[in-house]
């Protein structure tokens, strides 16, 4: 059972830039597709972008295409979502989670070991 910890959230202001990272402990990641979804207060869950196992290819949602960058060390069995150009409306709670498919964009039920949780506020 993987166990994924997300971290590097914060506060940050409208055109600001964050590092996300999720890690796993345990077992590699590098069989996974992995996503980044967030969830704001009163919505649901959407996937934001995502990576496959090999080869590297990449998932973004439109909102975030052009100012989110995904990618992945398997051998830190780690992956990281930079963010720049941050806006008020990226405000939520963002989690990583690993699938055996690759879809795009990502399909929220087909993903498991979900992360705790990192919070990411943008304001001013």
């Known amino acids: 059972q993987l166990k994924l910890v997300e971290s590097g959230g914060g506060l940050v202001q409208p055109g600001g830039s964050l590092r996300l990272s999720c890690v796993n402990s345990?077992?590699?990641?590098?069989?996974?597709?992995i996503g980044w979804f967030r969830q704001a207060p009163g919505k649901e869950r959407e996937g934001v972008a995502s990576?496959?196992?090999?080869?590297?290819?990449?998932t973004y949602a439109d909102s975030v295409k052009g100012r989110f960058t995904i990618s992945r060390d398997n051998a830190k069995n780690t992956v990281w979502l930079q963010m720049n150009s941050l806006k008020p409306e990226d405000t939520g709670v963002y989690y990583c989670?690993?699938?055996?498919?690759?879809?795009?964009?990502?399909?929220?039920?087909?993903?498991?070991?979900w992360g705790q949780g990192t919070q990411v506020t943008v304001s001013s």
């Open positions: 989670a690993a699938s055996t498919f690759y879809t795009d964009p990502p399909n929220v039920p087909d993903f498991h070991s």
């Open positions: 345990e077992f590699t990641l590098e069989y996974f597709t």
């Open positions: 990576i496959r196992s090999r080869g590297g290819s990449t």
